[in-house]
Antibody, heavy 112, light 112 residues
């Protein structure tokens, strides 16, 4: 069945770079899009960006200058890198297959 | 960015009764291909969001037919018939028409 699992550091220092991995199973990255969505504690959902089946990417314009999404199809993994982190980036980060299937999310706290 | 406005922010429902949640978009979500790109999600307490309705009126796999979606180009409704205890959580509408994808602030459904 379709599964996605996020992994990465729970704590990142301000101004540093966040690196997250989404490991998927049950579907092919070359046939499906994977999106990243984040949710600050107690708040709503914010779309971060996506990598499409062909490998092209789209980013939320508010984050575009700090964001990179890539993938390794041989390992069924999608990567998110966001630099210059600030406290406002503290959130649960979800990866999702076209928003139909979601990972459990990973909590990222930006703090010194 | 397309703004998604949900109402009400919270709703209290007696089990077995029905509930409706409204969502309005700041721009038409009707694509030239005839598809309306509005989606509905439920986030149960402590869980990841789950897709309920896609493309305005299509029931996602495994979702009970007590859920239904309808609407026009900018005004949308999620209806839940015969509310059950498992329906408690926060409901989000979202638009996947254009970048950046955006979500409503959420509607919290509680039981009376």
């Amino acid at each position: 069945q379709v599964q996605l699992k996020e992994s990465g550091p729970g704590l990142v220092q301000p101004s540093q770079t966040l690196s997250l991995t989404c490991t998927v199973s049950g579907f092919s990255l070359t046939s499906n899009s994977v999106h990243w969505v984040r949710q600050p504690p107690g708040k709503g959902l914010e779309w971060v960006g996506a990598i499409w089946s062909g490998g092209s990417t789209d980013y939320n314009s508010a984050l575009k200058s700090r964001l990179s999404i890539s993938r390794d199809t041989s390992k069924s993994q999608v990567f998110l890198k966001m630099n210059s982190l600030q406290t406002e980036d503290t959130a649960i980060y979800f990866c999702t297959r076209g928003t139909a299937h979601w990972g459990q999310g990973v909590m990222v706290t930006v703090s010194s | 960015d397309i703004v998604m406005t949900q109402a009400p922010l919270s709703v209290s429902v007696t089990p077995g009764e029905s509930a409706s949640i409204s969502c309005r978009s700041s721009k038409s979500l009707l694509h030239s291909n005839g598809i309306t790109y509005v989606y509905w999600y439920l986030q149960k307490p402590g869980k990841s969001p789950q897709l309920l309705i896609y493309r305005m009126s299509n029931l996602a796999s495994g979702v009970p037919d007590r859920f239904s979606g309808s609407g026009s180009e900018t005004d949308f409704t999620l209806k839940i018939s015969r509310v059950e205890a498992e329906d408690v959580g926060i409901y989000y509408c979202g638009q996947l028409l254009e970048n950046p994808y955006t979500f409503g602030a959420g509607t919290k459904l509680e039981l009376k």
